[in-house]
């Protein structure tokens, strides 16, 4: 086996799953919120990068579930239940959620907060503990988390990284 | 993609006519503003994805000067003008006099940050207002807003209303050139017109292509 760190990426509207010594990523979140689900004894952890607050918004007949936070978080804890992790082992770091502009329209202004209010009902809909978050703000984030360390790196371009 | 429709490469060539009247204008008023030449590339019209779109951008986590604005009326949609920081700075020190302007963050920019704005209400307003002659489309800009970040943080903004509709978006991209010092030409900046899916329709049929 290699000993170097392979970084899975996720990408807008989508999801992955990383195991230690695996990290896993997701670069350039404005309004959207990246949710990190794991499981930090089998060190196994889920990411999506949510775009939308409510599936009930897609307008589309195939859904892309990692697009909604609903659909999203529901589909990673089903990947996870997948990978042998119990639900109730699952907690959940978040971050995103930004407000980039000061304008739009009256919907997609609030679109940041209205992600993080609605990632934050569907976690506690399947009581999944928050264990740490870096929300709202006006900065973009990219964030990496370590499967086995449970630590999530937050950058932004002020400042820098932080870890949470 | 459920646009109830098929977007064809004769679709496509109507886009990047509107692309070119469009960015055409802009650089007219842009090197009018900045008394020197300003070149433009034939645009790129294509339908990409939400990742892509952020390539095309420069690169999801690339730190760009983005200026963004909402279109409404007839045709909805968004544009942006995305920058380098480089030739963001070039600009500001230009319009403002200030050759010692350095790019800090968006709260400290000050003069250049409305120097920016100005631009992007200068260049969108031509853009605008041509491609709404050739359309005979009533298109209303709203006033701009300019934010220093990564490519992806800004970008994904503008895409959320078309999220509702897509995972793909049909991007209309201009490239902006100056001439520099000797003659060479670098990159000015970007312009991306991005309909809403629910316009493609509206675009199409007000230019016989439906």
Redo the contacts between chains.
């Keep these: 086996m290699y000993t170097t760190k392979t970084v899975i990426r996720v990408?807008?509207?989508?999801m992955n799953i990383a195991k230690a010594p695996q990290t896993i990523r997701t670069?350039?979140?404005?309004?959207?919120v990246g949710v990190v689900l794991y499981d930090s004894t089998k060190k196994i952890a889920g990411m999506v990068h949510v775009?939308?607050p409510d599936s009930q918004?897609?307008?589309?007949?195939?859904l892309?579930v990692a697009?909604f936070a609903d659909t999203g978080i529901h589909a990673m804890i089903e990947m996870l239940k997948a990978q042998g992790v119990r639900p109730f082992s699952i907690k959940a770091k978040i971050a995103g959620g930004?407000q980039?502009?000061?304008?739009?329209?009256n919907d997609?202004i609030r679109?940041g907060p209205r992600n993080i209010e609605a990632v934050k009902q569907e976690l506690k809909r399947y009581s999944i503990q928050i264990t740490a978050e870096d929300t709202g703000g006006s900065?973009?984030?990219?964030i990496e988390f370590d499967p086995e360390t449970s630590i999530l790196h937050v950058r932004t371009?002020?400042a820098g990284t932080r870890e949470i | 993609?459920?646009t109830n429709y098929d977007i064809t490469e004769m679709h496509l060539d109507v886009l990047k006519e509107i692309g070119n009247i469009g960015a055409a204008h802009a650089a007219t008023s842009l090197s009018q503003l900045l008394g020197h030449k300003i070149d433009m590339r034939v645009p790129n019209v294509a339908l990409v994805?939400?990742?892509e779109m952020?390539e095309l951008a420069g690169g999801?986590?690339e730190?760009v000067a983005g200026i963004?604005l909402?279109i409404?009326g007839d045709l909805t949609g968004s544009m942006f003008f995305v920058q380098t920081i480089e030739s963001a700075t070039q600009f500001i020190r230009k319009l403002t006099g200030d050759t010692e302007f350095e790019f800090t963050?968006v709260e400290e920019l000050g003069l250049g940050a409305s120097a920016l704005q100005e631009l992007g209400n200068i260049l969108s307003g031509s853009y605008l207002s041509a491609l709404s002659d050739f359309t005979s489309l009533k298109i209303y800009p709203?006033?701009p807003?300019l934010?220093?970040?990564?490519?992806?943080?800004?970008v994904?903004?503008g895409?959320?209303?078309i999220?509702?509709?897509?995972?793909e978006v049909i991007v209309i991209e201009t490239e902006i050139l100056q001439e520099g010092e000797q003659g060479i030409s670098s990159v000015a900046g970007h312009f991306f017109l991005l309909p809403d899916p629910p316009s493609y329709r509206t675009i199409f049929s007000s230019l016989g292509v439906l």
């Excluded at chain 1, 918004?57 to 195939?62: D, H, N, R």
């Excluded at chain 1, 980039?100 to 329209?105: D, E, K, L, P, R």
């Excluded at chain 2, 999220?163 to 995972?167: E, M």
């Design positions: 990408g807008i509207a989508d670069s350039g979140l404005g309004s959207c775009m939308l918004l897609g307008k589309t007949a195939q892309n697009k930004a980039m502009f000061q304008f739009g329209s997609t679109i900065s973009g984030r990219t371009v002020n | 993609m459920n994805t939400f990742d952020f999801n986590e730190i963004f909402r409404e963050a709203t006033v807003s934010c220093v970040d990564m490519v992806g943080a800004i994904s903004f895409l959320i209303e999220s509702q509709y897509s995972d």
